[in-house]
């Protein structure tokens, strides 16, 4: 016959696990925030900068990771979040914040890759439904497992704990919640540095294209030699990335050097054209030089909207120069 001490209770062997949807709360709030996240990016829905933002954050640096936690540990284990202290072989709240950031930092990129592989190009709508499609899979992934477990293992996040600790801190819990808090100042950081990036760089491509072999045009088969009795034909490529429509100048110069200065300038071509922003323009031009000697530059010169009334190297908005033999 078992003896009982008196006053003293019967120790407990199990507790009251997590039943319900209640176990799922984080997960249908992870895969809710990445539906509205794709919503809003494209365009499906209104929102202001104040909600977008936050939620781009969590996007890109959160919900992946933390969903793909929840799928490779289901079971609850001690920590800050957690609605129970109890021991298992699962993964602390505080560690699934931390381990969530490493992994979105990590899963995103990785995801990009993929999809380079795929289809050679990346679109921000393909890689926002992607990153989205991988968050809702990892977390019913995560759903399944969760209840597969015992319902004394299964992780989930109760407030009432999180309340209830939040009176009854150890130096432990505090330093845990002061490395948390940390980690959402990187994530903000970082998000911020992307989200606001600046104002959209604006430039214009201008170079020089001569036909190499097959008929190709290219950047490297450039004439050294021309004759005064042939011509040769060059292309200049021009494309506008102004973020605005643009009305462009273009001035060929021929150039005479003689000990190191300029001895002759002959225009021999200028031509005018509008571009909007993306569009670009291949320009053919028959090149007949008149002067002859070894250092002889041609200079292209790119102006917007007005052409000073003497075209230099210094004065135009973008210029290419090549330097040729010309004789007889």
Do not use: C
């Amino acid at each position: 016959m078992e003896r009982t001490d008196a006053g003293t209770k019967p120790s407990q062997t199990t507790r009251a696990g997590a039943t319900g949807l209640a176990v799922l709360t984080d997960l249908a709030l992870v895969s809710a925030a990445a539906g509205l996240t794709l919503l809003l990016a494209m365009g499906s829905a209104g929102g202001a900068a104040a909600i977008r933002v936050p939620l781009g954050f969590l996007f890109v640096f959160f919900l992946p990771g933390y969903a793909l936690i929840s799928a490779l540990f289901p079971r609850a284990a001690p920590g800050l979040l957690a609605s129970d202290d109890r021991s298992s072989r699962g993964v602390s709240a505080f560690e699934r914040v931390v381990l969530s950031v490493g992994l979105s930092l990590a899963i995103v990129p990785l995801l990009a890759l993929g999809l380079i592989f795929v289809s050679q190009t990346i679109e921000r709508g393909t890689v926002l439904s992607t990153i989205a499609g991988f968050t809702v899979f990892s977390a019913l992934l995560g759903a399944v497992r969760r209840y597969r477990q015992p319902p004394s293992d299964r992780f989930h996040v109760s407030f009432r704990a999180m309340a209830r600790r939040g009176l009854s801190y150890t130096t432990a819990n505090r330093l845990n919640a002061a490395l948390v808090l940390l980690v959402v100042l990187v994530i903000a950081g970082g998000g911020l540095a992307i989200a606001s990036p600046g104002e959209p760089e604006r430039y214009t491509e201008f170079g020089l294209l001569s036909e190499g072999e097959g008929g190709e045009l290219t950047a490297s088969a450039y004439p050294a030699e021309l004759s005064t009795n042939e011509s040769e034909t060059l292309y200049l490529h021009v494309g506008n990335h102004e973020r605005q429509t643009v009305e462009y100048t273009t001035v060929i110069l021929l150039q005479r050097y003689e000990f190191g200065e300029i001895d002759e300038t002959v225009e021999l071509d200028r031509r005018t054209l509008t571009l909007a922003h993306g569009e670009e323009r291949i320009v053919d031009h028959e090149i007949r030089p008149t002067t002859v000697g070894d250092r002889i530059r041609l200079t292209y010169l790119l102006y917007q909207d007005t052409v000073p009334a003497d075209p230099t190297l210094e004065n135009a908005y973008r210029s290419v120069s090549l330097t040729v033999a010309v004789t007889d």
